[in-house]
């Protein structure tokens, strides 16, 4: 079967960046699966799979426009130090992980300004860069029920049925 629109997928991967450092990888025996057309994995590399079949590989660049985009200046933003814990050591580069009203995201200081002000990047840590996936397809098939389920519930995790009407709301899945 060869990978099309609405059939789950599994592979293998390694994710490098321009300078050849590794981002993400699959653990062994355990590939990425997911379902086409959900958007469950970023366009370009999706787009680069299609027609593809259990054992092919491929080595795939995927610029920025078609993964995470470009970065959005307009996601910079001053916030009060006092929003950081008060003994912290605020540096550029740092990355934080809050709680926002759709799940976790990624808080990376950009600026200290002053003892007052911190400027923050909401951007995607990926955002502006080009990434270069190493893929090995492991799995093709139709999806079960119960992924299909998943989709339409909004979760793509592997909680019961009962906390599938939850998922999401407590601050994760499930």
Known sequence: ?????KVYVAFDYQLTLDSGQEIDSSSEGQPLGFITGSGQIIPGLEKAIMGMTIG????????????YGQVNP??????????????????PGMIFQSQGPQGPITINIKEVKDEDTVVIDLNHPLAGKRLHFDVNI???????????????????CDCSAEDKADCGTKGGCC
């Open 56 to 67: 092919d590989s491929l080595k795939i660049s995927v610029e920025s426009e078609d993964a």
């Open 1 to 5: 079967m060869n990978i099309a629109d």
């Open 138 to 156: 492991v799995e093709v098939r139709e999806p079960t029920s119960e992924e299909l389920s998943a989709l339409s519930s909004g979760c793509n």
């Open 74 to 91: 307009e996601l910079f933003q001053d916030v009060p130090r006092k929003q950081f814990p008060g003994d912290m050591e605020l540096k």
